[in-house]
């Protein structure tokens, strides 16, 4: 089984930057899309940002737009969250996820089939 885990959570201040990163292992498989999604104390599940590994094509929610980059290093098998220009919404736990089929919904968290545990980034004001 594929297994997705997630690093580089922890504290930041507002206006400062932290990197997620997403490595995967076990058995090889071809992935359509990985993405990230975030979940606060209190709110639904959120799309952050997602990539399509044929195109590399890049999908980011509304409101990471312009602050967070994902990106990925196809040796290491692992993708990154570059988050800038934190804010104290930006606080709750973060969740790596993959396709292994080809999805139309990048947005859409039930069309990912496997998913890390989860890193909590906590942004102070």
């Known amino acids: 089984q594929v297994q997705l885990v997630e690093s580089g959570g922890g504290l930041g201040q507002a206006g400062g930057s932290l990197r997620l990163s997403c490595a995967a292992s076990g058995r090889p498989f071809s992935s359509y899309a990985m993405g990230w999604f975030r979940q606060a104390p209190g709110k639904e599940r959120e799309f952050v940002a997602s990539i399509r590994w044929s195109s590399g094509n890049t999908y980011y929610g509304d409101s990471v737009k312009g602050r967070f980059t994902m990106s990925r290093d196809n040796a290491k098998n692992t993708v990154y969250l570059q988050m800038n220009s934190l804010e104290p919404e930006d606080t709750a736990v973060y969740y790596c996820?993959?396709?292994?089929?080809?999805?139309?919904?990048?947005?859409?968290?039930?069309?990912?089939?496997?998913w890390g545990q989860g890193t909590q980034v906590t942004v102070s004001s």
């Open positions: 996820a993959a396709a292994k089929q080809f999805i139309m919904r990048m947005a859409v968290a039930a069309g990912y089939d496997y």
